[in-house]
């Protein structure tokens, strides 16, 4: 089964990024030019919206985080990461 | 109302509840039946030690203030563990296999174990963290006497003040922090009953606020938009004031490096942690808890702000809800939590600083007093440490107290949170780059965390006291000496930006830019070169450099003495027989390996610090500098293997590179050789044809001998003819070469144009005559320099007019040269009025041996070689002119020559 490591490979390496990602692409939600376009003075249901917005933005990260938490490799040891695995001598 | 006994009281049983959960929890600790208390859960509620006091109340103060900066508080943390596959994994895993103890640890350990950079540290965090515990110290007074406020006269306790109140609270943490916080000096410095307790203030505080938090938005209101309507109704403005700025920038960055450098979170998540998998449910879960303490802050901020009388408190607002409502019990949770925010910041911060100041600065002296270790006995480097902590814990404590009894009533206390975000922020390049970059080192972490703090003491902290202090305030407003441009909130005249934005952008820049232009600058040592490796390539090497059998020269007897005093016996022994290092008559000449003690180093690092725990071997000898090059050359080697590989990717680009450029090199010379060979197949065409009609008329003249006379004259006349032609012929090929390789000196000097023209005119015009043609001369400037050659420059006009007079066959032939000056250039053309050249030429008329077919044979005029023109073209771009064929004035052709003008005088 020969293909189905570097498909596995694959999808790890996908988690990572994603896993840098999510919250650098937050962060730019979550700055000025993007925050002020919905500091309009505005409620939506009797809420100011860029009060609904961050914490939408939250709420989103939450689930992002579960997701990513379910999707990022587990890991034993930091040899695993090479490709030689010694035994752990701590 | 609550009497100040009942909840002074109340306070002292939620402490001695604390005291029980610890108890218990260590006591299954010990029984070996930690479970739950080694669980995520667990972990992640700890880790909310982040939310103190000053987010409990300070955020809806902050909320009613200024609207939604809060928030960032919040959002930095969230950031950083949503992205936690990146910084605190790789931060656990290092500090895991180097057993490292503290955030100063850390930075020293990375930083080849330096001291100095360690006690820079730890003197950074108690100047940070003191005033943050004074500020929890306030909170609870300041709870304590809002939530018992109106009544109680009769209470016995009511009779205490602030500052009694405070110092009881911080002799009760004191004592549960130095019982439970340094019960032994541990192998990881973890601490499973402060843990426990921590987390269950965790659940104690979020519980509290969120009950609150239904309370006035459920229970007082109609739902949320009823909150916002009542706030809108009382004249409140429930819209952020300004748009989001640099401000809520500058706090999103504090948090998110706060919750990695502040020393209290980095032992809580970094040291405690017991499982590196933990971080995996900590990366969403802290989020979630940072969001359903931050839900209702804003919904009580304005719920208060609408209904509580004018004046009155907005950080307080979270107690006085309730009780303004009748909801005592409510209110004494809500206490409660706010009490379980402030003692558990207490408790961690202190250990964590205390931890600091015992291994970085206690330690050491004790070290350098000499003879300690002879005198101490079983553990005695143990015991020492354990009294150095509790010492500081009370130390701290004291300072803590101290700094809350001086600044008293002022309000220097409120923007400590902040100042002390700031603070410790300064830690955080240092921390990257101990991560990432390989090149810092000691130098410059050294220079950045020093520069950094003096930035922010100056632009940060000490405008903190401007208001208790008019000397400081006259400091803030006028610079030292009244120069303005060292001014705290105004730097290098930087004004009109907010003070912390000021101070957060001059400290960090300042900070880095010495971290990374110093690191540039100096060399690291060879143990920071070594621990670089170990830090930054922790997911690489998996510490293979470590692995080798070194010699070092202490016997094994002197490096038991050591372990012994710091381990103890029982676990010295344990070490050594597990490693199967004989001890005592076995033992003489057994040299230890360096993998042993980089073993021991590390279990004596977990206990007493990485820079103790070197000094400490390095005393006796085991772990000299000739085992340290050792170590040097073997990760050298690996080094070298890998920079080989490198230096082989690199080569074979080189040659692949080379190839390519060779492959084009050779395509260029094919198609010279291709060009050589059109040339010859098209020199040796045009010599062939008048050798063969020499040859074949030589040939009649010779066979048939009884020709007349006329026609032999007539074929000698050929001969001649051919011959000559083959003559200019060879001529032109000659010339031409010489052209094209330059074996002539060519020479351009300064000519006068116009005389070379007359002189070319004059030449052409009996050719003219000849042809019954009439040629003209139109000279619109007399007096023309130019760079050129005049002989060649003449052989081109020439050329050029008597082709135009030899090829005309109108029926009224004219050529006309006219001549003028044109932007700085001598333009000559040279037009006739003959049939022209057909479109299909003008794209290659200058190549060699192009001849312009005669559309209708029997034309009068002798073909021409196809060299004249090329060789002409070739003359002008030697004279760095142009020979180009135009649209002439007149229907025929017209080829112009522009020349640019030179400013030197003719010759």
């Not at chain 2, 553990?379 to 700094?403: D, H, M, P, Q, T």
């Not at chain 2, 051919?722 to 000097?749: P, Q, Y």
């Amino acid at each position: 089964m020969p293909g189905r490591v570097p498909a596995r490979t694959d999808m790890r390496r996908r988690w990572q990024d994603a896993g840098f990602v999510i919250p650098v692409f937050a962060a730019l939600l979550l700055m000025p030019p993007f925050l002020n376009l919905f500091a309009i003075r505005r409620l939506l249901f009797g809420v100011p919206l860029e009060v609904v917005y961050l914490f939408s933005i939250w709420a989103a990260l939450v689930l992002c985080a579960v997701t990513l938490s379910r999707g990022l490799p587990h890991q034993i040891d930091p040899a695993a990461y090479t490709e030689h695995s010694g035994p752990d001598d701590s | 109302m609550l009497s100040p006994d009942f909840v002074i009281l109340t306070a002292v049983a939620y402490v001695c509840l604390l005291f029980v959960v610890a108890y218990v929890s260590d006591a299954r600790a010990s029984q070996g039946k930690a479970g739950f208390l080694r669980s995520p859960l667990v972990y992640t509620l700890s880790i909310s030690v982040y939310c103190t006091s000053w987010t409990f109340y300070g955020a809806v103060g902050t909320a009613a203030r200024d609207g939604l900066e809060f928030v960032a508080i919040y959002m930095g943390p969230t950031l950083v563990f949503v992205g936690w596959w990146f910084i605190l994994r790789k931060l656990v895993w290092v500090c895991h296999s180097q057993g490292i103890t503290s955030i100063a640890d850390f930075l020293s350990s990375r930083f080849g174990k330096s001291s100095s950079l360690a006690v820079l540290v730890t003197l950074i965090a108690m100047v940070t963290i003191t005033p943050y515990i004074a500020l929890q110290l306030k909170a609870i007074t300041t709870s304590i006497q809002t939530v018992s406020s109106a009544r109680g006269h009769g209470d016995r306790l009511a009779g205490l003040d602030d500052v009694s109140l405070a110092l009881g609270a911080a002799i009760g943490m004191a004592l549960f922090t130095i019982f439970f916080g340094t019960r032994n000096v541990d192998v990881r410095e973890q601490h499973l009953g402060v843990v426990a307790a921590i987390a269950f203030e965790a659940a104690v505080k979020l519980l509290a606020l969120i009950a609150v938090g239904l309370f006035v938005v459920f229970g007082m209101s109609d739902g949320l938009g009823d909150v916002y309507a009542r706030a809108v109704e009382a004249g409140f403005d429930v819209h952020e004031r300004e748009p989001f700025g640099s401000r809520w920038v500058a706090l999103l960055i504090l948090s998110a490096s706060a919750i990695i450098c502040l020393p209290r979170q980095f032992h809580i998540t970094v040291v405690e942690n017991s499982n590196e998998e933990y971080l995996r449910t900590a990366g969403w879960a802290f989020p979630a808890y940072l969001m359903l303490m931050s839900v209702f802050t804003l919904p009580i901020a304005l719920y208060g702000l609408a209904t509580m009388p004018a004046g009155s408190n907005p950080d307080m607002f979270v107690l006085t809800l309730p009780m303004a409502a009748g909801q005592d019990g409510l209110a004494l949770f809500a206490f409660i939590g706010g009490f379980s925010s402030a003692t558990s910041m207490i408790i961690i911060a202190s250990i964590a600083l205390s931890i600091m100041v015992s291994n970085h600065i206690v330690l050491p002296l004790a070290l350098s007093r000499g003879d300690h270790m002879a005198e101490a006995g079983e553990k005695g480097i143990a015991r020492l440490l354990l009294r150095s902590r509790r010492i500081s814990i009370a130390v701290i404590l004291l300072l803590g107290f101290l700094y809350f009894w001086l600044t008293g009533e002022s309000d220097a206390l409120a923007p400590i949170g902040l100042i002390s975000f700031a603070g410790v922020a300064q830690f955080l390049p240092a921390l990257l780059a101990a991560l990432y970059w390989r090149q810092a080192n000691m130098k410059g972490a050294l220079s950045g965390v020093l520069i950094g703090a003096a930035v922010w003491i100056w632009t940060m902290f000490l405008p903190s006291f401007a208001s208790t202090s008019p000397t400081i305030a006259d400091l803030v407003k006028n610079g030292p000496w009244n120069i303005t441009a060292l001014r705290p909130e105004a730097l290098f005249g930087m004004e009109g930006i907010d003070p912390l934005v000021h101070s957060v952008f001059w400290s960090l820049f300042l900070n880095a830019g010495a971290l990374i232009f110093v690191s540039l600058l100096t060399q690291q040592g060879v143990m920071e070169r070594v621990q670089s490796g170990v830090f930054v390539d922790i997911f690489r090497s998996a510490q293979g450099a470590q692995r080798r059998v070194i010699r070092g020269t202490a016997t094994t007897d002197e490096i038991f003495f050591v372990a012994e005093r710091v381990l103890g016996w029982h676990r010295a022994q344990s070490l050594f027989d597990t490693a199967n290092v004989p001890r005592g008559d076995d033992a003489v000449g057994v040299a230890v390996s360096s993998d042993f003690i980089a073993r021991l180093e590390r279990e004596l690092a977990s206990s007493i610090g990485a820079a103790s725990a070197h000094v400490l071997l390095s005393k006796v000898g085991a772990d000299d500098r000739i085992s340290l090059e050792e170590v040097m050359q073997i990760a050298g080697e690996t080094q070298q293997a890998i920079e080989y590989s490198h230096e082989l990717e690199e080569k074979s680009h080189e040659l692949r590179l080379t190839a390519q450029q060779l492959q084009e090199a050779n395509a260029q010379l094919h198609e010279l050789h291709r060009q050589k060979d059109d040339f010859l197949s098209q020199v040796s065409h045009e010599v062939r044809t008048p050798m063969t009609s020499i040859r074949s008329i030589s040939q009649i003249l010779l066979r048939e001998q009884d020709l007349d006379q006329d026609r032999r004259s007539r074929f000698v006349k050929t001969i001649h003819q051919e011959s000559a032609r083959l003559t200019r012929l060879l001529d032109g090929i000659l010339d031409m070469s010489a052209l094209e390789h330059g074996e002539r000196n060519w020479e351009n000097r300064p000519i006068n144009g116009e005389t070379v023209l007359d002189r070319a005119f004059t030449v052409c015009e009996a050719l003219a005559r000849q042809h019954e043609i009439a040629v003209e001369r139109i000279a619109l400037v007399d007096d023309v320099r130019i760079m050129g050659d005049p002989d060649r420059l003449c052989q081109v006009f020439i050329n050029i007019i008597a082709n135009a007079i030899a090829h005309n066959s109108a029926a009224d032939p004219m050529v006309k040269v006219f001549s003028r000056v044109e932007n700085g250039n001598y333009v000559v053309d040279i037009a006739d009025n003959g049939k022209g050249i057909s479109m299909e030429y003008w794209n290659n008329i200058f190549d060699k041996f192009m001849r312009v077919q005669p559309e209708e044979n029997g034309a009068a005029v002798p073909a021409g070689l196809g060299l004249g023109l090329n060789i002409s073209h070739t003359i002008i771009q030697k004279m760095n002119g142009r020979l180009e064929l135009v649209e002439g004035p007149m229907r025929g052709a017209c080829f112009r020559i522009t020349l640019s003008l030179c400013d030197r005088v003719s010759a």
